[in-house]
């Protein structure tokens, strides 16, 4: 219940006039002669005035609750019994972990929001969401309840960005909401559109503040199997002074290398540095006091160098099996072709099974499938029709003549990559989460296979089915962390987060999604027995920048204050009461108590 | 305002002495202290200029050649002044006192014409209301009865200021009866004292009623001035009853003292008092004698 004029609430001490007005009546009044006699009667009896006694009779009750009521209809209460839905939407992506002055935007955020909680009707309800990569509500709780000012001192930023525009129209769509308050770093332009939308209202909080980041991590080997790499690091200054700081990069937690640089404003800049061991996970981080920092540490893992596990399954001696066999990143092993691919499948783990005009091409695992085509044959300029595939990735189209059949099929959803006159003679398909190549192609005829783009197209389509199963080195906060595993089933798959906590794991096929990546740090990810380290980095694109703020937008309708819905005025109830105590008074005087 | 019972109790009345002076200017049946014109003869004393010569001793002269005036005695008149309180406090008590006083004035008018001695009424509250002068005869008593049966008790209390008045327009002299509570915050013996200035001897009749004497109230009370509406709080109980009681017996007692110090008649009656207590009371205070 709230009160519309709450300063009528003085007059409720008019209450108590009926209370005094009985204590001065005293019971019996006689009428005498002279009162100056019992006046000194009063005097030689040591002042026994009769005490100022309240007599709370029925009669005084009713005027008492009757005036009371009268005073408190003039204060115009309203409830809402339903209290109203106010949407709380909290900005915490990585900007709002800013220091501004001696708190953070998010304390800043957090003590608007109190003195919101504090303002609502008792019976508001509030709904929390989280205006994160991917919005989500926190709970909702009613305006008095403690839980709720718990929940917002409870929250906490994210490296990731804010998807502010979805966690509103999350808001919206959650229920009938009266109001949306959103409190955050961004700027959300309210875009009037349509009807019966909710007020909303804009808590700003931060300043323009100096910020430098750790914008990029990428390491790579000098040569397959060794050790030694290079790590690349990239800096900016996204405030205006320059910044001078000291850049550490550490290989699995040991610091190999330090270095002091000047940042210019608003300028990236960019360091090689060697490392004698790349390891399995390089950090690099900015060291100095900054407005922000989150984004001062970056990490990446470092991929496994591990050779792609090929099984050939057809004739010997094939340019196919030699374009494998001249692939350094390839570990191939040969079949005849007698062999189907759920065998070999069955027998030992391989990443990649080439079937060279084999029996059975279904398998559950990337295949690379040689067949010659059907129809008659045609020779022909070899063209690429997908430059962008990475299938033909180095090829050159129209250098080399091959040869094709005319009426080759091509499996539903099919990528035609390239083409021998107008028939399709590599195809790229990608089903159930399984990829697979096609090569409709006379592999016997000395044309195309003898050239040097064979072996570049062999290598692109073993690299393009391998690379379905491997490890992403690192993922910005607040993405799904997404990979593929071949055969694993799902429950030997562990995802621990950078605070050790098991993540929830999701599979659809062989992909495994981990959803949340909301702090950035170090990912483990087991799977039978062995460990993959991914690295979460904050989003220093969206948030790093706090000399200028993010933008949002919204459409509503409505004022931009906070409302409460359909107050329900409570006065008039309160004056029929009191017209109806004062009936009740009349008869008591009337006919008597 | 008499019946004719009580007219024959009051036959046999007249009032006494005291220390009253009788008026000697006026022809009365009382014997005045002062020599006078009647027909009795009193004393005889050397001629003074101015003597009357009618009342030379020739005799005396012829024998002795002294000249010797005859004197006589005075016939004298009691005058008698009734000062009826009507104030609103006279209008409690069962019966009230008012008419309780208007009953005491009538038969002390009664008296007093009967015995032809001159007679008037006075009423008074805060002020004098009605006045008629001390006069005899039985046309006086009608106007005394009729001023009686008409009078109302209303008004404030001044008793005290409304003797001085009296005192300001009549001079002894003469016996003034007042009747009244005495219920009078104010100095009520200066007006006393004013009137024995003049010559007039007050005499006090002082009537109360029963519940003012004993008041029967109990409990958490307010009690209401009739007057000056003035109101007091208290718990009725046998303290506080007491503690009135003392000061109402202060109150008698003080113009009990000024009388008795003053050799002044001095009443107290009751309103419910019956008529033959009251001639009693008249009697033993020294107003009357006789049997009634």
């Known amino acids: 219940m709230s009160l519309r ?172 909401v009266d109001n949306i308050i959103v409190f955050g770093d961004t700027d959300v332009a309210i875009v009037e559109s349509g009807r019966d939308s909710p007020a909303v209202q804009i808590v700003r909080v931060g300043s ?116 494998l066999e001249v692939n350094p990143s390839v570990s191939l092993r040969t079949y005849g072709p007698d062999g189907t691919l759920q065998e070999i499948a069955s027998t030992e783990d391989f990443d990649v099974v080439v079937c060279d005009r084999c029996r ?142 098991s993540r929830d794991v999701r599979r659809t096929g062989g992909l495994f999604i981990v959803a949340d990546t909301e702090a950035a740090g170090q990912y483990r990810i087991h799977v039978d027995g062995s460990e993959r380290l991914v690295a979460v980095n904050p989003n220093v694109e969206a948030e790093s920048n706090l000399s200028a703020a993010q933008g949002a937008s919204f459409n509503r309708t409505g004022n931009a204050t906070v409302s409460v819905r359909a107050p329900i005025s409570v006065a008039r109830w309160l004056v029929l009461l009191s017209v109806g105590l004062l009936a009740m008074e009349w008869r008591i005087r009337l006919h008597g108590a | 305002m008499l019946s004719a019972d009580e007219v024959r109790q009051l036959d046999r009345l007249t009032f006494g002495n005291g220390n009253v002076s009788p008026e000697s200017t006026l022809s009365g049946a009382r014997i005045a202290r002062v020599r006078g014109f009647s027909n009795e003869f009193q004393d005889l004393r050397p001629y003074q200029a101015g003597d009357d010569p009618r009342s030379i001793e020739w005799t005396v002269y012829g024998r002795l050649g002294q000249l010797v005036t005859r004197t006589y005695r005075s016939n004298a008149q009691l005058k008698v002044h009734v000062l009826l309180d009507i104030s609103a406090s006279m209008s409690g008590g069962v019966p009230d006192k008012l008419s309780t006083g208007a009953k005491l004035a009538a038969l002390l008018g009664y008296v007093a014409i009967r015995a032809r001695e001159a007679v008037g009424l006075v009423t008074f509250n805060a002020a004098i209301t009605q006045r008629f002068a001390p006069a005899t005869g039985r046309r006086q008593l009608f106007r005394i009865f009729a001023a009686l049966s008409k009078v109302v008790a209303e008004g404030r209390s001044a008793i005290g200021a409304s003797l001085m008045n009296y005192s300001a327009v009549e001079k002894g002299p003469g016996l003034v009866v007042v009747i009244s509570d005495f219920f009078d915050a104010n100095d009520v013996l200066q007006g006393f004292h004013t009137l024995q200035h003049r010559g007039l001897t007050p005499a006090v009749v002082q009537l109360l009623s029963a519940d003012e004497l004993d008041p029967s109230f109990v409990g958490d009370v307010e009690l209401v001035d009739i007057e000056t509406s003035d109101t007091v709080r208290l718990i009725a109980d046998a303290e506080s009853i007491s503690a009135y009681r003392a000061g109402l017996d202060e109150n008698r007692a003080s113009l009990r003292e000024f009388c008795d110090a003053n050799a002044l008649p001095f009443l107290q009656l009751t309103s419910s008092e019956s008529f033959a207590d009251m001639l009693r009371a008249c009697a033993s205070a020294g107003l009357f004698v006789g049997q009634p």
């Open chain 1, 360 to 501: 059975d091409s279904d398998a559950e695992i990337p295949s690379l499938v040689i067949t010659r085509g059907g129809g008659e044959p045609i020779h022909d300029v070899l063209r690429v029709v997908s430059t962008d595939h990475p299938l033909a990735d180095a090829l050159e189209s129209g250098k080399q003549i091959a040869t094709a059949g005319s009426s080759t099929a091509t499996a539903d959803r099919a990528d035609v990559v390239l083409r021998v006159g107008s028939a399709p003679a590599v195809t790229a398909s990608e089903r159930d989460g399984q990829r697979r190549v096609d090569i409709h192609l006379d592999l016997t005829e000395p044309d195309f296979v003898v050239s040097a783009a064979f072996p570049l197209l062999v290598a692109n389509a073993v690299g393009w089915l391998a690379a379905q199963y491997t490890m992403p080195s690192e993922v910005i906060a607040g993405e799904p962390l997404a990979f593929r595993l071949a055969t694993t089933a799902a429950n030997m798959v562990r995802v621990l987060g950078p605070d050790g906590s």
């Open chain 1, 5 to 176: 004029n709450p300063a009528a609430l003085w007059l409720l001490l008019l209450v108590l006039v009926p209370l005094l007005l009985s204590r001065s009546k005293p019971r019996v009044r006689h009428v005498v002669s002279n009162v100056y006699l019992w006046r000194e009667a009063v005097r030689r009896a040591g002042g026994r005035v009769a005490p100022r006694r309240v007599r709370l009779t029925w009669l005084v009750l009713v005027q008492m609750t009757c005036l009371g009521a009268m005073v408190f209809s003039l204060a115009g209460p309203v409830v809402s019994l339903e209290g109203g839905l106010t949407v709380f939407v909290f900005d915490v992506s990585a900007s709002m972990a800013a220091r501004d002055g001696g708190a953070t935007r998010l304390d800043a955020a957090r003590a608007r929001a109190r003195s919101i909680v504090r303002a609502l009707p008792r019976f508001a309800r509030v709904r929390l969401i989280l205006a994160t990569a991917s919005p989500r509500q926190a709970g909702q709780w009613a305006a008095s309840d403690p839980l709720l000012l718990a929940a917002i001192d409870a929250l906490a930023p994210t490296a990731g960005t804010a998807d502010v525009t979805g966690a509103m129209e999350l808001a919206v769509g959650s229920g009938d």
């Open chain 1, 208 to 323: 323009v503040a100096e910020n430098a980041a750790v914008t990029r991590v990428a390491v790579r080997e000098r040569e397959l199997g060794g050790r030694a790499g290079q790590a690349l690091v990239t800096l900016r200054n996204y405030g205006s002074t320059l910044r001078a700081a000291d850049v550490e990069v550490s290989v699995d937690g040991r610091i190999v290398h330090r270095q002091h640089v000047q940042l210019l404003p608003a300028v990236s800049q960019t360091l090689n540095v060697e490392l004698p061991d790349v390891g399995h996970f390089v950090t690099a981080r900015l060291v100095g006091n900054d407005a922000l920092s989150l984004d001062d540490l970056r990490s990446v893992g470092v991929p496994l160098a591990n050779a792609i596990r090929v099984a050939l399954l057809g004739p010997r001696g094939s340019f196919l099996e030699r374009a």
